[in-house]
């Protein structure tokens, strides 16, 4: 599906063709539950199996990849759709006609989730807007909903603490929050990076991150439903291309690293002629660690016909290696060498992963939840890196959430 989508695509939205973090130290346990849920997971065209019990599922978001994500939890098989929403009624019927749900459980408006929330389902995916995702994420759990969440998490620093204290209070309501990475579910990449935490690298001396995509579109915005429905191009809706279009790959260098930076500088631009919003195509950004470790990161959204790309190259003093999401991964040279292999096809397959993860770790009890806590500090160094270039300064992680800037929207003339 990736490649497909990939091809002879010169402008759609970021959600139509992407979207797990691992924390330091809860790797192992997660590692192993991930690298056996990658060799189970079934195809997804696969006869669902049997499961002694079926999760009341809403589906907080019904777009492109909300109903998308919809149509791989039904075939899972533990799950059964109940209620969904979403600001859009043709989306909100969409769904709900695709999914067989009761009209009276399908709801509509910035309310929506509410609504849903109580209406008796036990989970819910948030897999909207970005900007909505911590508040949506937090009256999940405070509703005792288990939370299945999209990528970013937040688009700043009050937002991503939302979200990690969230994580807290459904570690302590026996709740499971989940957060939907792809490149940390992939055998591969897990093996490469074991290996990295091994010492495989030697001393690590620097990190080079890519995050290309196919430009961002720009329609013409009349009215404050156009803007909420092409959200991508207003920053406090998206937080950006830093944040929206390449947290995977800052997720992996964090998964890698085990802690996030200390600061950032760099320089951002935008290069598209007369342009409608305030996007910016191109981030360059250097982040440095409490160790003087440093990572580079770059990120664009341009017509320039190069290749899709989100990874890392991790250099040490005695090997490297590269963690992708599509392509290769390996660790080349040093004590822990391994030739590495495909990465293949993680949008769907990923997803796939996360959501036998969701379900085991609800009927298994696993509340731990360190996806979550790992997508807060994603969030926040992506925010970190938008900021210190936006600012053309050196910004510390310290500065940034002692500031607490919010990213404020008016949703003045939406529906409740």
Not at 14 to 35: Q, V, W, Y
Not at 192 to 203: A, D
Request: proline residues 5%; aromatic residues 8%.
């Amino acid at each position: 599906m990736l490649d497909s989508i990939m091809k002879n695509q010169p402008c759609f939205s970021r959600r139509e063709f992407l979207g797990g973090a691992l924390a330091t130290g809860a790797a192992a346990t997660l590692l192993d539950t991930l690298a056996a849920t990658a060799a189970d997971a079934p195809a997804g065209d696969a006869k669902p199996k049997e499961f002694a019990r079926k999760i009341k599922l809403g589906l907080i978001g019904c777009g492109g990849r909300g109903a998308w994500l919809g149509e791989l939890f039904k075939q899972h098989g533990g799950y059964e759709i109940s209620a969904v929403a979403d600001y859009f009624p043709e989306r909100m019927d969409q769904a709900g006609d695709k999914f067989g749900v009761a009209k009276a459980r399908r709801f509509s408006g910035l309310d929506g989730h509410k609504r849903l929330l109580a209406s008796g389902v036990e989970a819910v995916t948030v897999v909207n807007v970005p900007h909505f995702h911590p508040d949506h994420g937090r009256a999940a759990i405070e509703a005792g909903c288990h939370v299945y969440a999209a990528k970013p998490v937040a688009v700043d620093v009050p937002g991503a603490l939302k979200v990690q204290a969230a994580g807290k209070l459904a570690t302590q309501k026996n709740l499971c929050y989940l957060v939907d990475y792809q490149m940390g579910t992939d055998p591969v990449n897990i093996e490469v990076v074991k290996r990295i935490h091994e010492g495989g690298l030697g001393k690590l001396g620097h990190i080079d991150s890519l995050g290309f995509s196919p430009p961002w579109s720009e329609p013409e915005i009349h009215t404050a439903e156009d803007r909420l429905r092409n959200w991508l191009a207003t920053i406090p809706l998206s937080g950006d291309v830093i944040t929206e279009n390449t947290v995977h790959s800052i997720n992996a260098v964090l998964w890698v690293v085990g802690r996030r930076p200390v600061s950032a500088s760099g320089r951002s631009r935008i290069c598209r002629p007369n342009p409608r919003s305030e996007y910016r195509e191109i981030y360059l950004v250097t982040y440095e660690f409490d160790d003087g470790l440093l990572w580079t990161h770059r990120c664009q959204s341009l017509p320039n016909q190069l290749d899709w790309a989100l990874k890392l190259d991790a250099y040490g003093d005695r090997a490297t290696a590269l963690v992708s999401y599509r392509g290769k991964s390996y660790l080349r040279g040093g004590p822990k060498h391994y030739g590495g292999g495909e990465v293949v096809s993680l949008y769907d397959q990923g997803a796939i992963r996360n959501i036998a993860t969701f379900y085991d770790n609800i009927v298994h009890s696993r509340f731990d939840n360190p996806t979550v806590q790992q997508a807060g500090d994603d969030a926040l160094t992506a925010v970190l890196g938008r900021e210190a270039c936006t600012r053309r300064c050196c910004l510390t992680m310290d500065e940034l959430i002692k500031e607490n800037k919010a990213l404020e929207y008016d949703l003045s003339g939406l529906q409740v």
